[in-house]
């Protein structure tokens, strides 16, 4: 098993950048794909973007492309989304997340992080 916690969420103004971390602890994160899901209000919940075990690969959501980076640092147990040009829109919550089958579809991610919230105001 493995314990996520989210940080690095807060309030930015549009056109600015955030980087949030996702600390992994228990089982080492180097064991799953990893990946960044957003949530907001009122909405079902988003994928954003997508991680192999070893880091060669990544998939992006549609609307995150060109604008959001997801990187990883197994031998830290830690795992990034850097976020630039950040928009309104790109307010949620975020959440971290871990599977052995990779996948854009949340319900395939065993294990899930308390979230984070990014607010990004116009």
């Known amino acids: 098993q493995v314990q996520l916690v989210e940080s690095g969420g807060g309030l930015v103004q549009a056109g600015g950048s955030l980087r949030l971390s996702c600390a992994a602890s228990?089982?080492?994160?180097?064991?799953?794909?990893m990946a960044w899901f957003r949530q907001a209000p009122g909405k079902e919940r988003e994928f954003v973007v997508a991680i192999t075990r070893s880091g060669d690969s990544t998939y992006y959501g549609d609307s995150m492309k060109g604008r959001f980076t997801i990187s990883r640092d197994n031998a830290k147990n830690t795992v990034y989304l850097q976020m630039n040009s950040l928009k309104p829109e790109d307010t949620a919550v975020y959440y971290c997340a871990a599977t052995d089958r990779l996948s854009w579809r949340a319900n395939v991610y065993e294990y899930w992080g308390q979230g984070t919230q990014v607010t990004v105001s116009s």
């Open positions: 228990g089982r080492t994160v180097s064991m799953y794909h």
